[in-house]
């Protein structure tokens, strides 16, 4: 689920190099990070939150698909 989720970020941002994402479960949930430089996370979070939305919702149906409807997942953008 990182490796998406880092394509996607990657291709929104400048900076490529910036991008850094990881992942940790806590309290049953795999809590995925995305960290990019400050000046660009309003880039990747986008115009009233929609590419931040857009992305938790490909990660959402990325889970359904191999079988992870029961695992909750978080996408945090920093």
């Known amino acids: 689920m990182e490796k998406v989720v880092e394509y996607i970020v990657r291709a929104l941002v400048d900076n490529q190099d910036a991008v850094s994402v990881s992942s940790k479960e806590e309290d049953g949930a795999m809590i995925i990070t995305v960290k990019t430089a400050p000046e ?36 945090k953008f920093e």
């Open 40 to 75: 660009e996370v309003g880039r990747v979070v986008g115009k009233n939150g929609r590419n931040a939305q857009a992305i938790r919702t490909i990660v959402r149906s990325l889970a359904g698909k191999q079988g992870f409807k029961d695992q909750k997942y978080v996408v």
